[in-house]
């Protein structure tokens, strides 16, 4: 079932979300329409603040950048790319992040419209339980390290616009106020 995404401005986004146990309500389910809500609209990542749920959640499909004719990446990269696909993420843990931050132009399904330039670590460890609650650590480099760093921010109540310079801030502040609004419609289900 595809669910309505919650846009900039609704209190959702800005709560930290708490971890959840094996025996959450329908789960399955739950995950299942995450991943057909991305789907539709369009997007590589979806956190469950996203739709309206205040938990440590997240799902993410790196692969369509893989799918790109990039000529910069290497079959390497690709195949990275390709093993976060379709990947769930619970009560997620950044344990740490290393090397030189990097600029990379993001968007969010929660701010339509919008893509700034972001600065990130490339490096990221992480801890978190798959959608059968098996728990992992891994390192993480590049974009499905970006990807991750992004949606885990939702369930910090992070968004990507708190991660640009104060000048872009206000350069998108009209933007920003039209989404919150209701003047800006996307072209997938949501909710103010």
């Not at 401005?9 to 800005?14: E, V």
């Not at 959450?24 to 609209?41: G, H, Q, R, V």
């Amino acid at each position: 079932m595809i669910l309505p995404i919650y846009l900039y401005g609704n209190p959702i986004l800005r709560k930290k979300g708490i971890d959840i146990s094996q025996d959450y309500p329908n789960l399955s389910d739950l995950i299942n329409n995450m991943f057909e809500t991305m789907y539709a609209a369009k997007g590589v990542g979806l956190a469950a603040p996203q739709i309206g749920l205040n938990i440590n959640l997240f799902v993410i499909d790196a692969s369509p950048f893989a799918e790109d004719d990039d000529d910069e990446l290497t079959a390497q990269e690709k195949k990275e790319l390709i093993k976060y696909s379709k990947k769930v993420f619970i009560n997620t843990r950044i344990e740490n992040e290393e090397g030189e931050e990097w600029k990379f132009n993001e968007g969010c399904l929660s701010i339509p419209y919008i893509r700034e330039d972001v600065l990130r670590k490339p490096i990221i460890t992480i801890s978190y339980l798959d959608e059968n609650f098996q728990p992992h650590k891994e390192t993480i480099s590049g974009i499905p390290a970006r990807i991750i760093q992004h949606e885990y921010d939702h369930t910090q109540g992070i968004l990507f616009v708190d991660r640009i310079s104060s000048f872009r801030k206000k350069m998108i502040a009209k933007k920003l106020k039209e989404i919150e609004e209701g003047l800006v419609i996307p072209k997938y289900k949501y909710k103010l």
